[in-house]
């Protein structure tokens, strides 16, 4: 079982209303990712770190925000919550470095938080 | 069109049969494939990882890739009930930041 946990599982929020997502690991991983999948639909990276103090934008970043203060807790915030936001999403972390070959990949995925937006 | 094109399913097997999910990409930077196994209202679990060409086997499982025709593979033997569940690839190249997944395909094991 993966050390890497998201809450909530689910949220139902407003439209217009301010949300952070939170994303846990406790493998000292360096780099997480938070990735939003829809149904049947491929994943898509919205925001990346390689360690504290790091962040980068892929390519659903423009409506939400990401820190990394700390090597454990990635948090996604959305500002203003919209219906097309509406989605599940997902965090994963992986080392930076180690042998295993798991720094190239999105090795651990937390269960996900779906959101729903009103 | 993606970059990483999976075969889109859903697919439906009887229990014992060998199962063949397929993935062709665009991208020649691609250095390193994945398959991920996805249940319902789950995240994806990392189930194979290949570096380059080659084959690599792990149980029931064996991940083929074939660089030169960009396409890669994941064979399950035995299949059971319990492999039920979307398969996704993913990929990505030397020194990037992210990979690129596929859309995945839903797989059915009947008993």
């Known amino acids: 079982e993966a050390d890497i946990y998201q809450t909530p599982r689910y949220l139902v929020i407003g439209t217009g209303k301010k949300i952070t997502l939170e994303c846990s690991q406790t493998m000292g991983h360096d780099k997480m990712y938070w990735y939003q999948q829809d149904p049947g639909m491929e994943l898509h990276l919205i925001h990346y770190s390689y360690g504290v103090n790091s962040t980068e934008k892929g390519d659903l970043s423009s409506e939400s925000t990401v820190s990394r203060i700390r090597t454990e807790h990635f948090p996604l915030t959305l500002e203003s919550a919209r219906p097309s936001h509406t989605s599940q999403y997902l965090c994963?972390?992986?080392?930076?470095?180690?042998?295993?070959?798991?720094?190239?990949?999105?090795?651990?995925f937390g269960q996900g938080t779906r959101l729903t937006v009103v | 069109q993606k970059e990483v094109e999976q075969d889109p399913g859903p697919l439906s097997v009887p229990e014992g049969a060998i199962v063949s999910l397929n993935c062709t990409y665009s991208?020649?930077?691609?250095?390193?494939f994945m398959w991920y196994r996805q249940y319902s209202r789950k995240g994806p679990e990392l189930l194979m990882y290949?570096?380059?060409?080659g084959n690599k086997e792990d149980g029931r499982f064996t991940a083929q890739v074939d660089k030169s025709s960009k396409y890669i593979s994941l064979f399950i033997r035995d299949s059971q009930p319990s492999d039920s569940a979307t398969y996704l690839c993913a990929m990505r190249g030397t020194n990037a930041g992210k990979s690129t997944f596929g859309d995945g395909t839903t797989l059915t094991v009947k008993p």
């Open positions: 991208n020649s930077a691609f250095q390193y």
């Open positions: 994963a972390s992986s080392p930076r470095t180690g042998g295993a070959g798991f720094e190239n990949t999105e090795a651990f």
């Open positions: 290949t570096y380059s060409s």
